[in-house]
């Protein structure tokens, strides 16, 4: 059983950048795939990151695409999401979710396990 900690959510003005971390215990941390996902009211969980099990390959949301950056330190058991040039449109819960598969894989449902979230808001 993997445990996912997502943090460093925050309010943040249009234009500035912040980085969430997801800390997993349990399990080897390195067998897993992560994947970063968002949801904001009235909308369904959407993809935004993904990142291979030692981090050689990664994949991205059109949308956050040359803004955002996924990283993993399997050492720390921690993968991250960097995110800069914040828009009010990426206002959202963001979750990290992991998954024993070796795919890289962009659908929710694809994922076993799941952080609580942590709440991004960007203001205008």
């Known amino acids: 059983q993997v445990q996912l900690v997502e943090s460093g959510g925050g309010l943040v003005q249009a234009g500035g950048s912040l980085r969430l971390s997801c800390a997993a215990s349990?399990?080897?941390?390195?067998?897993?795939?992560m994947g970063w996902f968002r949801q904001a009211p009235g909308k369904e969980r959407e993809f935004v990151a993904a990142?291979?099990?030692?981090?050689?390959?990664?994949r991205y949301a059109e949308s956050v695409k040359g803004r955002f950056t996924t990283s993993r330190d399997n050492a720390k058991n921690t993968v991250y999401l960097q995110m800069n040039s914040l828009k009010p449109e990426d206002t959202a819960v963001y979750y990290c979710?992991?998954?024993?598969?070796?795919?890289?894989?962009?659908?929710?449902?694809?994922?076993?396990?799941w952080g609580q979230g942590t709440q991004v808001t960007v203001s205008s």
């Open positions: 990142i291979s099990r030692f981090g050689s390959s990664t």
């Open positions: 349990g399990g080897t941390f390195s067998s897993n795939i």
């Open positions: 979710a992991a998954d024993t598969s070796i795919v890289l894989k962009t659908e929710a449902t694809m994922y076993e396990y």
